[in-house]
Each structure stands twice: as C-alpha cells, then as structure tokens.
C-alpha cells in the first residue's frame, strides 16, 4: 500500500512528547512490512540548522484563500523512510514547535491549516498517489477535509484516516484568523458561535476512519466524560472509530543493551539495575542506598498526567522512606510547585526541570516504580517504557493504562505493576502506599512482578498488522462523503 504519513513531530527530528515516538516508530514498522510508506512533517528550525537539507523539488506555489504561499519541500531518509519537510520559513523557522516555551504561538491555526494543505501538494509533486494518508492529532487533522475536497482528481481512490493521540488538543480557531481558509463557504458553516473552527472536530467528520491510540480510549471517546466535549462528533461516527494500542520500540528501549545507561540488566540478571540506581542517585545527591525504593516520574507537565491530584499529597508520600524523582518542562504553575517541595525535601525529593532523552531512560532505568497517575491517558509510552526496564508502573485505570498494567491486587498471577481508579488524592496515595508496602513486605514476589514486567511485549509490528487491517478496512468500505451525507 502507499501510506502518505502526515504528522507534525518525528523521533530524532522533531519532539515535544509521545507524538513523535509514534511518528517514527509506526512508519518504519510499516515499511518493514513492504508499505511504502511517505512522512510529511514540518522544517522546523532546529532541523533545518542540523541537517541543512537540500530542495527535493521545484518551488512549489499554493494558491488558498486568495494568496499565493510559496515553499520548498526537502527530503531525507529515516531508516529507509523518506521523510518529506515542507520548508514555510515564516510558520516553521521559530524556537518552540506550537509555542515559545511560555506562550502558545498566535498563528498555530493558520501554521497547521497551511501545512496539512502543503502536505497535500508534496503527495502530488512527489507524484505519490497514496491509498491511505494517514493523519495525526489536530495538527493535521484537516487532511481529510482537504483532500475531499480537492478536485484535481489526485486524490479520488485515496481513503484517510485520523489517530488520535491526544483528543484534549483539538486546534479550535476564529475561521477569519486563518487566511489560508478565506472564502470557503463550507468552513463558515462550520463555525461555532464565537466563529471558530475545529480542526479535530473536522478530522471526525471527513476522515474515512478514525482510531485512537488504545482500545480503551477509543471506547472513552464514545462517553459522554471522556469524549473531550466531542461526543456528538465521535457518537455519529461510531461505526468507524477504533483503537490500536501503540507498540514500544524495544531497539531504542532494551535495557539489555540501552547504550544511554551506565550499566545493563535484563529478566534473568537484574544487579546491573541496582548500579543504574545508585548513579542516577549519585547525580541528584540523593542518598545511594539500594533498599530506597525510588520512584521516577517524567512528562510533559500538564494537569492531563495527573499534577492535580499528586501535587497535594506529594509531601504525605515524602514521609515514608522512598526518594522520587520528577523530570518535566511545561506549565510553569506545576513547575514552581515542584520547586518549591525540592527546596523543603532536598534528601528525598527531585524535581529536574529539563527534556533530555538521556535522563528519561536513566529514569526508567534506575526508578524501581514509574508514576504515571494521568487524568486521561490516550496510550501511554512511558509505562511501556517502565515495564521494559523493570520497573513498576503505579498508573490510573485510564485509557492505554488500564490496557497495559495489570494491578497485583486485582490479578496477583499476571501482574505487571499497581493500578488505581478514583481520579483523586486519597485513591494514589493509597496506591503508592501499597506499592511501597510490596516493596518492603514482599521481596520475592516484587522480584517475579518485576521480572514478569520485564517479559511483557507490545511490539509495533502487531500495531501495524492492525493499522494494516484498518486501512483494508478503509479502502473495502464506500467512500465516506460526510458533504452528501449530512
Ligand atoms: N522531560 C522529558 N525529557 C525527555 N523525554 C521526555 C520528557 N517528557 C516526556 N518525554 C518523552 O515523551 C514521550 C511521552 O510519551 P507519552 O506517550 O507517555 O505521553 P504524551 O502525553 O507526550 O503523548 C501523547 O501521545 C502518545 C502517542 O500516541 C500517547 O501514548 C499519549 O497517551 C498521549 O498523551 C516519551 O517518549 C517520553 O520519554
């Protein structure tokens, strides 16, 4: 099949949280099974000064509401993917993919509505006609639209399909905002009350199909509490929303050979994990002692992972004898608390305000348990990440969660770590205090969970057998005209 992969964020490219782990992951799983598959992303800023890529081709010129926006489009190859970057410097040669750092970018609309359409354009100067072009999130969740309503023919027998990563970000923004949208009498129609549009709402509605990143989100998605305010949209579209879990990329994430980590360890010889321990513990000035259970915490921080309920009984954890580490950019409100318990707990508690690939899988390395509490959780990478290495995820039954860690209260048998529903304090304080009593009362069977979790496989390949199955899926099915339709 031709697979035209649109996406904002790509591993080693461009990366702001589990999007881009995604964005490279799934395309070369693909390509391994004889897709050929096409990414089209972005030249953001820090890539073009890295990588300094040449014109693929001729200029290229997109005429959208009344203007005439002229870019470039460079390739280079991920792991026999070819990538395709759409070089707008005025939308994408900025520090910050959507924001400064601070603030979110003022022109996210217009930046996101003009590369889903240039994604468009690079299939046809490419001449790649594709069977599916799968987009991601609400980035570019317009594809659909577009390509419906594109009428050069290019796209007539091409279906499309919309992932949901994170259905919280949905890009909602005033229509006369975006000037590549002028003039489109179908879009002013779509306009809420305050004359926004909604990309991801939009996605919903033209996409051939659309999956979420988990089976259970997908069915959270259909609940009135868990549709992100969408539940009209994703209710009449009921039939063709599905989930996928997400896989875990066991070549970057195997502590066995992890060439980020100061020692190695695996199910059947686990002391290299003790050594990754004591030097993460060394680097924070943390007390070096193997019998500290540590628990490592890393995220973007956002009220989504949970902040709301951690952040008031992180002092009550802190009175136990556990040290815990929290390493995270973002909401400078969650940031400044963070700061703050440091100064007051500086022999147990870290918070490290920074995003580095190296420190997350020291993290995970040397954490015996992973806090992952979220509020909402489309997938989740990190938990995969946690079992991998050993260490036990202390997770919400929500979304991807509740698929991936099994409670070893719930299922003493299968369990892979400790799972807890109430989305408040005293339900993950209980959680936690249950975990550290495993790990102090019950050595033995912490050791068989641990090597249990380790065992555990969720591999990309199986996650794109499915997304195989669902662009079948697409392609069998009539063409989904949403403009006949409704
Ligand atoms: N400070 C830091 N330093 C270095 N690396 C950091 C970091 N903070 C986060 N990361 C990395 O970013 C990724 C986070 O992935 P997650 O899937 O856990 O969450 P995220 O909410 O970003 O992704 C969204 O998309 C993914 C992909 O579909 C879904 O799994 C998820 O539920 C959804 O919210 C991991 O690779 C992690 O190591």
Same mark, same amino acid.
């Given at each position: 099949m031709n697979i035209l992969f649109v996406i904002s964020e790509v591993e080693d490219l461009a990366k702001t949280g589990g999007l881009a782990d995604v964005g490279k992951a799934l395309p070369l799983a693909l390509k391994a099974m004889g897709h050929d598959v096409r990414i089209v992303k972005p030249y953001y800023r820090d890539m073009a000064h890295k990588y300094q890529l040449v014109n693929e081709t001729e200029e290229q010129c997109l005429n959208a509401g009344g203007r005439q926006y002229r870019f470039h489009i460079k390739r280079l190859e991920l792991e026999r993917v070819p990538v395709y970057c759409v070089d707008y410097p005025d939308y994408f040669h900025r520090a910050g993919l959507y924001s400064d750092g601070y603030q979110p970018f003022d022109d996210n609309g217009e930046r996101f509505a003009f590369f889903s359409m240039a994604a468009l354009e690079t299939a046809k100067a490419i001449d790649f006609h594709p069977d599916i072009i799968q987009c991601n999130d609400w980035?570019? /969740?317009?594809c659909p639209y577009f390509a419906e309503r594109d009428n050069s023919g290019f796209f007539k027998d091409t279906r499309t399909l919309l992932t949901i990563h994170n259905g919280a970000f949905q890009g909602a923004y005033p229509l006369r905002e975006i000037p590549c949208l002028q003039h489109d009498p179908k879009l002013i129609s779509q306009t809420n009350e305050y004359g926004e549009i909604n990309f991801l709402r939009l996605g919903v509605q033209y996409a051939s199909k659309i999956n979420a990143v988990s089976p259970n989100y997908a069915s959270e998605l259909l609940t009135p509490l868990g549709s992100h305010h969408l539940y009209q949209s994703f209710f009449q579209r009921r039939q063709d929303v599905s989930g996928i879990l997400n896989g875990c990329d066991y070549s970057q994430w195997d502590p066995a050979t992890d060439p980020l980590l100061p020692a190695h360890f695996g199910p059947e010889e686990i002391s290299g994990k003790t050594d990754c321990k004591r030097a993460l513990q060394q680097q924070f000035g943390l007390e070096p002692a193997p019998d500290i259970p540590l628990i490592g915490m890393l995220c973007r921080l956002t009220e989504q992972k949970g902040f709301g309920f951690l952040l008031p009984i992180l002092e009550q954890v802190l009175q136990h004898r556990v040290q815990l580490i929290i390493v995270g950019t973002g909401d400078p409100g969650i940031s400044d608390e963070l700061t703050r318990v440091q100064h007051r707990n500086p022999a147990q508690f870290v918070y490290c305000n920074d995003f580095s690939n190296t420190l997350a899988h020291n993290v995970e390395a040397a954490s015996d348990f992973f806090l992952m509490p979220s509020l909402f959780e489309p997938c989740g990478l990190n938990q995969m990440y946690s079992l991998a290495y050993g260490t036990l995820p202390i997770v919400r /039954?929500? !979304? !991807?969660l509740a698929d991936t860690v099994i409670d070893v209260s719930a299922a003493p048998e299968s369990a892979t770590g400790f799972v807890f529903q109430s989305p408040d304090s005293s339900a993950l304080l209980h959680c936690i205090r249950r975990a550290l009593l495993f790990y102090y009362e019950y050595p033995d069977r912490f050791r068989q969970v641990q090597k249990r979790a380790m065992q555990t496989r969720f591999t990309w390949q199986e996650a794109a057998e499915h997304y195989v199955a669902l662009y079948q899926q697409a392609l069998e099915a009539p063409k989904h005209c949403p403009d006949r339709k409704y």
């Open positions: 980035h570019t /969740a317009l /039954a929500v !979304g !991807g």
